[in-house]
């Protein structure tokens, strides 16, 4: 028994003993090893025969463009059919618009215009919606503090100056946002900017047609088809895995395409899981291009075969589909990877409904297949977009512990408690921040409301995030640009550098929490507040 095995079983007698937690010191391959293959299996690439589900003008994730236009958005209790057509229990947001209605409605906004809503809540517990990346006073970005009762309603009103980009709105409930967003609140925010526009019309990109939003997400369902989120204990300490993957809440989709450049918005919806997103061509990795990540476009296009995505994070890719013959079939797919669940120092590998698909099996999320004809323009602009480095001249440090002590998750010692502010920072000021995970610990994608910040660089990363570095700062894709979601792997110390710059009037307190949900509904989370 080596060192590490010692650790988990020594940790699961502990929670035993201490009835937090239950069952066996396996580890996650072990798990994954007794593999077997089950309906909607993502790992067998005959199941691949849904349409993937493409956003329209109205219905479930229709697109709608809500510049100056008002609208009310209420969350209720829903059924909605996922697995073959069954009906299953699901949370919506709802809204309607010049006699069309929208469920989960894709908001499309043009950068300085200006959003409002009012959420309802029609659940029969506290709810809140936060917008996922947007720069907007602290009253207005969800706040848990801030969750409505059941019957009351919420004003929303703000301007959006973010960049042009894929952003994204769900529940932020306290302790409820897993099993609400689980349930289904969740949806796209685009933000349209002249960069944008200027991409799309160099490649003839059309949203909804040639530009895609991919929510990918994981989730379990019962023998009923109907949804289930029942974490056991490991899972609320670990995170909660599904095992049917859903990509627009379509399982196994697969898409028809041409032989041209397509834009995939993708965006990690899921509870916990963490993917390493890479097309396929059978066994070989096709390089695709990264143009955006959470807060807009690039500077330029990175050519990548891979690329992890957290919960929480956006990856904005051009696929070419040119480099493909008609009839040819590619995988969008997650590689096998190591998950370090297993460094926590409880070291419980994540159960999984039985333990069908942990982290160390390859499974498909997207089917492309081409069968169109029509071509598109070839020539992917050299430059996307201006981004400006932070000024970190003047910058003040912080340094930020991520690890667990006495069972809980914690950020620099604290659990989220209300009132409390362990991160204290000043309007106009630059920060540059440690972000340190305990070396017993396991993967956090890191969020910060409010204010998008820059990767500086990643220190003691494990091999498989060292092997993607594509600067000497050891930087991976996902790291580039503006970005409001980071993930940290154990051991790793990830440099940032934020800008606390607002013109909000008075002291404005956010949050900053793990994204994985059930990491944040556990309270790994801490008030952030800027004073004016
Ligand atoms: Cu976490």
Redesign the pocket.
């Known amino acids: 028994m080596d060192r590490r095995m010692f650790l988990h079983c020594g940790a699961s007698a502990l929670a035993v003993g201490t009835g937090l937690l239950l069952g066996s010191c396996r580890r996650s391959n072990t798990i994954d090893a007794a593999f077997a293959p089950y309906p909607h299996d993502p790992v067998r690439a005959e199941n691949f025969t849904n349409p993937l589900f493409i956003p329209g003008s109205e219905g479930p994730f229709g697109v709608l463009d809500v510049t100056d236009m008002p609208l009310t958005l209420s969350a209720s209790a829903a059924t909605f059919p996922i697995l073959a057509g069954k009906a299953s229990p699901f949370l919506l947001y709802e809204t309607s618009y010049a006699g069309r209605t929208f469920q989960n409605p894709i908001f499309k906004i043009k950068r300085g215009g200006r959003f409002a809503a009012t959420l309802h809540n029609g659940l029969n517990e506290p709810t809140i919606i936060h917008w996922h990346g947007l720069h907007i006073p602290a009253k207005m970005d969800g706040h848990p503090n801030d969750s409505i009762e059941a019957g009351k309603n919420y004003p929303y009103a703000f301007t959006v100056n973010n960049r042009g980009g894929t952003y994204w709105y769900h529940t932020h409930a306290e302790h409820l946002t897993a099993k609400q967003a689980y349930g289904g609140l969740a949806s796209f925010f685009i933000v349209e900017d002249d960069d944008d526009l200027r991409l799309s019309r160099a490649l003839d990109l059309k949203l909804g047609e040639t530009d895609l939003p991919l929510v990918i997400q994981d989730k379990r369902f019962n023998a009923a088809g109907e949804l289930v989120y029942q974490p056991d204990p490991v899972e609320k300490m670990m995170g909660h895995l599904g095992d049917i993957m859903l990509v627009n809440l379509t399982p196994n989709a697969f898409l028809e395409i041409g032989p041209r450049f397509y834009r995939f918005r993708c965006l990690n919806g899921s509870n916990a899981r963490i993917y390493r997103l890479a097309f396929m061509r059978g066994k070989q990795p096709l390089a695709y291009q990264v143009i955006g990540t959470d807060g807009g476009l690039l500077d330029r296009p990175y050519s990548v075969k891979e690329a992890f995505l957290a919960p929480g994070e956006r990856l904005d890719v051009l696929f070419d589909a040119s480099q493909l013959r008609q009839g040819e079939t590619v995988f969008l797919k997650s590689l096998a990877f190591d998950s370090m669940d297993d460094e926590s120092a409880m070291g419980m590998a994540r159960s999984n409904g039985g333990g069908r698909l942990g982290d160390s099996v390859e499974f498909n999320l997207l089917k492309l297949v081409v069968t169109k004809t029509a071509q598109g323009p070839r020539d992917v602009p050299t430059r996307l977009s201006e981004l400006k480095p932070i000024d970190i001249g003047n910058a003040t440090e912080r340094q930020v512990r991520l690890e667990m002590a006495h069972m809980r998750?914690r950020i620099n010692d604290e659990t989220f408690r209300r009132g409390v502010f362990p991160i204290d920072a000043q309007r106009n000021t630059v920060e540059v921040w440690d972000l340190h995970n305990a070396k017993q610990s396991m993967p956090?994608p890191m969020h910060m409301h409010g204010f998008h910040f820059q990767v500086l660089s990643r220190k003691n990363s494990p091999a498989q995030i060292r092997a993607l570095g594509v600067h000497g700062s050891g930087r991976v894709v996902s790291d580039l640009g503006w970005k409001d979601t980071v993930l940290v792997w154990p051991g790793e110390t990830v440099r940032l550098a934020v800008d606390f710059s607002n013109d909000f009037d008075g002291d404005q307190t956010y949050v900053f929490h793990?994204h994985?949900l059930e990491?944040e509904d556990a309270d790994?989370m801490v008030n952030m507040r800027v004073r004016a």
Request: charged fraction near 0%; hydrophobic fraction near 35%; charge should be neutral.
């Open positions: 998750w956090h793990c994985n990491h790994m």
